[in-house]
């Protein structure tokens, strides 16, 4: 009985790690999630920017359009 007490306490032990372990982990994640949230990396530029992607312009291309356009000139 003796063999058979020692392997659930070292069973016991590995779960207590395990546990721990993930607990840090969940944790870890939601501080490095805390930090970041107030990160707009989004905002609307100010100052002297170029628009970069004009939605409303008159020209109207198809996917396979864009694609090709992207291949050829890699933009």
């Known amino acids: 009985m003796q063999m ?3 392997a659930i306490w070292n069973g016991f032990k ?3 790690v395990f546990a721990g372990c993930t607990a840090m ?3 870890g994640i939601l501080f490095v999630i805390d930090e970041y949230q107030g990160d707009e ?3 609307e530029p100010e100052g002297s920017a170029i628009k970069v992607f004009d939605q409303d312009s008159g020209e109207d291309f198809s996917f396979r359009e864009r ?3 992207l291949w ?3 933009e």
Do not use: Q, S, V
């Open 4 to 6: 058979g007490a020692r």
């Open 14 to 16: 590995i779960l207590i």
């Open 41 to 43: 990396r989004f905002e």
């Open 25 to 27: 982990f969940y944790y």
């Open 72 to 74: 050829i000139r890699g």
């Open 67 to 69: 694609l090709m356009y």
